[in-house]
């Protein structure tokens, strides 16, 4: 690995503008800078290719720059100028060029400009790695540090794009805005970002693209409860995801009713599952499923397991012991808080769940998927046994 001194970095966002992108190409040393393959000397011809006027020239040139400047997510010397020309050329015609192939990481149809804004995206990403955090990033010396220094020259580039026309452009610009948001240094331009996307929101018909932009403006911690009353349930859902509606009872009603119908939360957007890996997208802003990422919010929101129990019965055709961590596993968790201690009787909502989970054959299919949860609880981790456990007819609340 080589050092700032000997590969200096190259820095030509003056006073956060945007650099005119012929200087980019003819300003820096390129033999000087360096890319996952060595010295980058092929850069300027890949980043002049962007603009070519075939579509299948500009998606190597792109597949090429992903697999030298970004390899494997890690940053070069040659990133930040390669960034802040892509930055510059986002507004010219060719760019909307559609081809399927510009990313090894989406293969859809769609204009140049949207896999350009998502490619910047990834760079703001691994820049924000290890930021607010002691993970080491791997990078070279100055290297991150010079990428984060111009994050906010190429968020004004990006963010201009929020409403573009094009839809698959302005999902790109909106996950390229979160991942340059994540600065620390950018936090004022929040604000300002959230009274854009109100204007989207109020627009657009587009129930995924709704949900991500809620998503994103309660991630960034923004007010999102004018969305808990919005006439499509999935936005009110997501809108009472936001780490702000923590203690709001209107959310948590909101999320412990969608719980009773896991079936519809499930249609509401089509997302990878553990038999179809690859169906959808996952949303944003979101540890796995939605199902899953409401569930927790559940258990971490009720008063007590009585109030979690419909949605907790509502889940259990939907589990097995593939499932347990994001679904039974916390429930038996929030049903048992103390523990289980042997002889202890049971609550008649511990005793109903049970008794579901029990009549629930996958649920036992491989009880090593399963054996944690139950041991930290305090319960055997046998169908049999926690039959034992449930003597006469089910009682009554």
């Known amino acids: 690995m080589t050092t700032q001194d000997e590969h200096p ?7 956060g503008r945007l650099p005119d992108p012929l200087s980019v190409i003819e300003g820096p040393d390129w033999a000087a800078l360096e890319h996952a393959y060595g010295p980058a000397h092929d850069t300027p011809l890949r980043l002049l290719q962007l603009l070519d006027a075939d579509p299948e020239v500009q998606a190597g040139a792109l597949g090429l720059l992903d697999m030298s400047v970004l390899h494997q997510e890690s940053l070069y010397t040659a990133t930040v100028p390669a960034a802040l020309y892509v930055a510059a050329v986002l507004n010219d015609r060719r760019t909307l060029a559609c081809h399927k192939d510009y990313s090894t990481w989406d293969d859809r149809p769609r204009p140049l400009r949207a896999a350009l804004l998502e490619w910047l995206g990834l760079i703001a990403g691994s820049a924000a790695y290890g930021e607010t955090t002691e ?10 540090d010079a990428v984060r220094a111009v994050r906010g020259t190429i968020h004004d580039a990006v963010s201009a794009h929020l409403l573009a026309p094009d839809p698959t452009v302005r999902a790109a610009a909106l996950s390229a805005t979160s991942a340059l948001l994540q600065s620390p240094e950018l936090a004022g331009r929040i604000p300002g970002t959230t009274r854009t996307l109100r204007r989207l929101l109020a627009e657009s018909t587009d129930r995924r693209e709704r949900a991500t932009t809620v998503l994103a403006i309660g991630a960034w911690g923004e007010d ?44 509401w957007f089509l997302e990878p599952t553990a038999t179809d890996p690859w169906a959808g997208d996952q949303l944003p802003h979101i540890d796995g499923r939605l199902r899953h990422a409401l569930l927790s919010a559940a258990i971490e929101r009720a008063a007590d397991f009585e109030e979690l129990l ?23 968790a929030a049903a048992f808080p103390s523990g289980h201690e042997e002889g202890a009787k049971l609550t008649p909502a511990q005793h109903r769940y049970l008794q579901a989970l029990v009549n629930r054959d996958v649920c036992w299919r491989y009880t090593q998927h399963i054996t ?17 456990l449930l003597p006469g007819p089910q009682p009554h609340e």
């Open 310 to 332: 419909p949605a907790a019965m509502a889940s259990v055709p939907f589990c097995s012991n593939l499932t347990i961590a994001d679904d039974w596993g916390p429930l038996l």
């Open 9 to 15: 970095i190259f820095d030509q966002a003056v006073g």
């Open 372 to 388: 944690s949860w139950f041991d930290d609880i305090g319960l055997p981790p046998d169908r049999n046994a926690i039959r034992a």
């Open 224 to 267: 999102t409860t004018r969305w808990l009353t919005d006439p499509d349930p999935a936005i009110r859902s997501c809108a009472a995801l936001s780490p702000g509606s923590a203690g709001n009872t209107v959310a948590t009603q909101e999320i412990l009713g969608a719980l009773l119908d896991p079936e519809a939360i499930d249609s």
């Open 135 to 144: 993970d080491e990033d791997g990078n070279d010396p100055g290297v991150t």
